[in-house]
Nanobody
Framework: QVQLVESGGGLVQPGGSLRLSCVAS??????MGWYRQAPGKQRELVAT???????YYADSVKGRFTISRGGAQDTVYLEMNSLKAEDTAVYYC?????????WGQGTQVTVSS
């Protein structure tokens, strides 16, 4: 099991930017990524990145969000630009190790004027 700790959430106005960070307790050789869950909705995939650098983005965030990983393969970041009200959610860091999934505790992102 791996522990994941997120940071960087907060309140931002529409059109603003935030950067989320996630630190793992060990090197992750599998994919790392971000999911989000808005009130009353199911958790959804936002973006993932393999250890080889292959990325995937949900259509709703393409062109606005950028995922990246640290060189030591124990961190993952999510740069969020042009934020919209509909991006408001709890954002969860995710790591895949073999057939196991690990999750962070979540960080709140609120986009509001």
């Amino acid at each position: 099991q791996v522990q994941l700790v997120e940071s960087g959430g907060g309140l931002v106005q529409p059109g603003g930017s935030l950067r989320l960070s996630c630190v793992a307790s060990r090197i992750i050789f599998g994919a790392m990524g971000w999911y989000r869950q808005a009130p009353g909705k199911q958790r959804e995939l936002v973006a993932t990145m393999s250890s080889g650098g292959i990325t995937y983005y949900a259509d709703s965030v393409k062109g606005r969000f950028t995922i990246s990983r640290g060189g030591a393969q124990d961190t993952v970041y999510l740069e969020m630009n042009s934020l919209k009200a509909e991006d408001t959610a709890v954002y969860y860091c995710h790591a895949r190790l073999g057939t196991s999934d690990s999750w962070g505790q979540g960080t709140q992102v609120t986009v509001s004027s």
